[in-house]
């Protein structure tokens, strides 16, 4: 059974950093590129970065650039989100994905127009000041 499972969320402050991981049992592992998403509540889930297959190349929203780094273990399975200063809007459900043979880059148009095939249950990360 294929599973994404992310670790590492909990309650910081404004500042703060938190560094979020996600396991995964995907094989071939090296063949999936991988996101994050997040939701915020009452908000729709969005885009926050992405990083290839190889790890050679990450693409991020605007909204976390300088502050978030995607990267990924290939021997280990895992993907993982490192987030400094992190913000009151950081707040949300945080979620990785999977795309086999995806691109580096993604989009929020993209998730609405072709969401990835595979999904984690998400962490919670809530910023407060």
């Known amino acids: 059974q294929v599973q994404l499972v992310e670790s590492g969320g909990g309650l910081v402050q404004a500042g703060d950093s938190l560094r979020l991981s996600c396991a995964a049992s995907?094989?071939?592992?090296?063949?999936?590129?991988l996101r994050w998403f997040r939701q915020a509540p009452g908000k729709e889930r969005e885009y926050v970065a992405s990083?290839?297959?190889?790890?050679?190349?990450?693409h991020y929203v605007d909204s976390v650039k300088g502050r978030f780094t995607i990267s990924r273990d290939n021997r280990e399975k895992r993907v993982y989100l490192q987030m400094n200063n992190l913000k009151l809007e950081d707040t949300a459900v945080y979620y990785c994905?999977?795309?086999?043979?995806?691109?580096?880059?993604?989009?929020?148009?993209?998730?609405?127009?072709?969401?990835?095939?595979?999904w984690g249950q998400g962490t919670l990360v809530t910023v407060s000041s």
């Open positions: 994905a999977a795309e086999f043979d995806g691109s580096s880059w993604y989009s929020d148009q993209e998730l609405a127009r072709k969401p990835p095939d595979i």
């Open positions: 995907l094989n071939p592992f090296s063949r999936y590129a």
């Open positions: 990083v290839s297959k190889t790890g050679a190349t990450t």
